[in-house]
């Protein structure tokens, strides 16, 4: 039996120890910092496992295990409504009590996310736009824009969905894009990722609102403008689309 095994206990197994130690509020008289500071936290603990999944769901259609990457993807719809239920958490501290320490915040910004900006890069259809967004994001460590850079070059879970759509023919294909077929579940399972993001993202502009107001973001930005301003963005237009059309 290896000893290394039998001499775990929870914390050590979790490393809590490490993890409970890495909420450290700027402003001490500030009670609701705290919050802050798990939520953001915990909403990376989840965007990590996030890119766990979407990665293994796009690497599984492209080797053509269509039905385990509709489980992968089903799992990131479930962790995306965990996700807006932090939102809901945050939104139980007042525009007042967030003032307390917003200054404290210097220029960080939830936009400075890496792994943010890397699930939309592993999602959505290829936009050469977007290949140059690392060079403009000067707050990237050399790390995150490494990881970041790589995935602007991998294949998106677009490009797994049409490699699991190779071979079919035309009827086919118009009926996997309606979510109807063999791969109709396949292409319902990703419109539920894509519906769970932009859930997430519209009720991130109402936290913002409720927070700031018309003011900027603490990076600069427009603030709730700005992000209300991508609200309507898709991961898979092609997908929505087709749900309209005339058959």
Not at 98 to 123: K, P, V, Y
Not at 134 to 139: A, E, F, I, N
Request: hydrophobic share 40%; charged share 25%; proline share 4%.
């Amino acid at each position: 039996m290896n000893p290394t095994t039998t001499s775990l206990t929870y914390g050590t197994y979790l490393r809590l120890p490490q993890l409970l130690g890495q909420q450290v509020p700027q402003a001490a008289a500030a009670h609701d910092e705290h919050l802050f500071i798990t939520v953001h936290q915990v909403h990376e603990l989840w965007f990590k496992q996030l890119l766990v999944e979407l990665t293994d769901a796009r690497d599984r259609m492209l080797a053509g295990e269509n039905a385990v990457a509709v489980r992968r993807l089903s799992r990131c719809h479930e962790i995306e409504r965990e996700l807006l239920g932090t939102l809901e958490l945050l939104d139980t501290m007042a525009p007042g009590d967030f003032r307390e320490f917003r200054g404290a915040l210097g220029t960080a910004s939830g936009g400075q996310s890496a792994q943010f900006h890397e699930i939309e890069a592993l999602s959505a259809h290829r936009d050469p736009a977007r290949r140059d967004r690392p060079r403009r994001m000067r707050w990237l460590t050399g790390t995150e824009r490494a990881r970041l850079d790589r995935r602007l070059l991998e294949p998106t879970l677009w490009d797994g969905f049409l490699a699991a759509l190779a071979g079919l023919p035309g009827p086919g294909r118009a009926a996997a894009f309606r979510g109807e077929g063999p791969l109709g579940e396949l292409a319902d399972a990703l419109l539920g990722h894509d519906e769970g993001w932009a859930r997430w993202r519209a009720r991130h502009v109402r936290v913002v609102e409720r927070q700031l107001g018309g003011e900027r973001g603490t990076a600069g930005s427009s603030g709730a403008a700005y992000l209300r301003g991508r609200t309507g963005e898709r991961f898979f237009p092609r997908l929505w689309e087709a749900r309209g059309a005339v058959l």
